[in-house]
């Protein structure tokens, strides 16, 4: 299954004043997934539109979440590329570009288990892998029988050593680790029917108010052109 993600930005008629502090500098904006991933390509090829567009330079740089979380809460990063709406209850002073940067079916992959999905409580019965500060589904996997891992990596790994039966995550994430050379076909499967469907969102520092304005209209504009979506056929 290919699932999809992203955006591009339209300069709005805004005064040149809006973008001054940020047009000679490059903000940093962090993602959990890995560079050698379908995501992170996708990702790249979205901000390039949005930075053309802004007049600011754009740079995704990968950092697992939970450090990307503290360092936004540092400042040390300008943005937060893809986090769940409930990312503004633990980053108060957080700015959420409105327009979601991506819808996400969320899927159960396993090695060997198999039943019919039909929300979280379904998953109750199985041990359940969870990615260090992704805090969506921490939260709707609270009380469950869980392992916390570093990165989707490491859960497949454990998936297929039988260290534990699920792992929550969307297809886009999956499907380019599931054809390292250190997994075999069917080693590991997505079960049908998603768990949910989650929409993300791109947070800015507070400082970005206007930034995160504007590219959340031009997300939406380059979603009814239809880049946004030519831009994942193009990489998928």
């Known amino acids: 299954m290919n699932i999809k993600p992203v955006l591009i930005l339209v300069m709005l008629f805004s005064p040149l004043s809006l973008f001054c502090l940020a047009a000679d500098n490059t903000l940093t904006i962090a993602t959990s997934v890995k560079t050698n991933t379908l995501s992170f390509r996708v990702g790249e090829k979205v901000l390039s539109h949005l ?37 503004q209850q633990i980053r108060s002073t957080a700015i959420k570009a409105q327009e979601p940067i991506s819808k996400l079916p969320l899927y159960v992959f396993t090695a060997d288990k198999r039943f019919t999905v039909n929300g979280w409580q379904s998953l109750r019965p199985y041990r359940i892998l969870t990615i260090k500060g992704w805090v969506y589904t921490k939260k709707n996997l609270a009380g469950f029988d869980t392992v916390e891992v570093e990165s989707p990596f490491q859960a497949l790994r454990m998936l297929k050593a039988g260290r534990a039966d699920l792992f929550v995550t969307d297809m886009l994430s999956v499907n380019s680790l599931r054809n390292d050379l250190e997994f075999n076909q069917g080693d590991i499967i997505r079960l049908d029917n998603p768990v949910t469907v989650l929409n993300t969102y791109t947070f800015f520092l507070a400082k970005h108010t206007a930034i995160a304005k504007a590219y959340s209209e031009a997300l939406i504009t380059l979603k009814r052109e239809g880049t946004y979506q030519q831009i994942l056929q193009d990489t998928l």
């Not at 600011?56 to 300008?78: C, E, M, T, W, Y």
């Open 51 to 87: 930075s053309l567009q802004l007049k600011v330079p754009l740079k995704l740089v990968h950092i697992p979440a939970d450090r990307a979380s503290h360092l936004f809460n540092l400042g040390k990063i300008d943005a937060e590329f893809s986090r769940a709406a409930l990312y």
